[in-house]
């Protein structure tokens, strides 16, 4: 199991490392570890957006040194539109040299957090790559829908995964916690459907719709599905993004975890 606390140190010193002066938010990291006084409800707004400032600058100030010092050329690697149309991730690349973009850049500050928790509960590291397609890292988006934070959970799921969502308290908000119930939401989704495809589609369009999908069409193979057009347009279109993108990002592929893990397939999923 991954250290809260350490985690958080280690992230506040990689973005001081990265050059970056912490005035707006100066403590805010260190500051998630348990507290008797919680923060009310627009304090906490504002300290997470000061966090949220303090990724954007530097992931800005990366992208514009990495331009710098590379030629320009413009590439596409992924299509770019997202379920919940919050996201700004440039699919054209600016740099040959680099390919990366603002999205990235906020990604790549993140990950020293991040991939520690996915890998505790089983989940490929590469699938930070729902985060690039969700809300382009945006620590603190908000969707049309109600989707809220770093991995966009939905208020339902949040709560069912042990986090406030009230009207004082937003925990989807808490880069740690929000991490910790998506990645057990991503576990929990695959050993369900027993196919990264279908765990994506889930996470997208629900656990139960992608259940209905597969009874409808008597097939637990997403392609199958998307052909027979038993999915919405989004999921269709959300789940080959996040796999570009999670293979953009250079680690094991999703194949190989599947090949390590033993799940059980299901072909519905029953709602309260």
């Given at each position: ?82 379920a919940g149309g919050v996201s700004d991730l440039q699919l054209s690349r600016t740099s040959s040299t680099s390919g ?173």
């Open positions: 199991m991954y250290n809260s606390k350490r985690l958080k140190i280690h992230l506040l010193l990689r973005i001081f490392g990265a050059g970056v002066v912490l005035y707006a938010a100066p403590l805010f990291v260190l500051s998630q570890t348990s507290s008797p006084v919680r923060p009310a409800h627009s304090d906490e707004y504002r300290t997470f957006s000061g966090f949220d400032d303090v990724v954007n600058t530097e992931a800005d100030r990366m992208l514009a040194a990495a331009t710098q010092t590379s030629s320009p050329a413009v590439g596409t690697i992924v299509s770019e539109a997202t990366w973009s603002a999205a990235e850049s906020r990604l790549s500050l993140l990950r020293p957090a991040i991939d520690p928790i996915l890998q505790s509960h089983g989940v490929p590291t590469n699938l930070a790559a729902v985060i690039l397609v969700e809300n382009s890292a945006r620590t603190s988006a908000l969707s049309p829908k109600g989707a809220r934070g770093l991995w966009q959970l939905m208020p339902e799921t949040a709560r069912r995964y042990g986090l406030r969502v009230n009207e004082n308290e937003d925990e989807r908000l808490d880069l740690f916690k929000s991490t910790d119930a998506a990645a057990r939401y991503l576990h929990d989704l695959y050993a369900q459907f027993g196919d990264w495809k279908l765990a994506l589609a889930a996470y997208n369009a629900g656990e139960s719709n992608v259940g209905a999908a597969m009874l409808r069409a008597h097939t637990h193979d997403f392609d199958q599905l998307t052909n027979l057009r038993q999915l919405p347009l989004e999921t269709i279109n959300y789940v080959p993004r996040v796999l570009a993108m999670s293979n953009f990002l250079g680690q094991s592929s999703l194949a190989e975890s599947a090949e390590r893990s033993n799940v059980i397939r299901v072909f519905a999923a029953s709602t309260p």
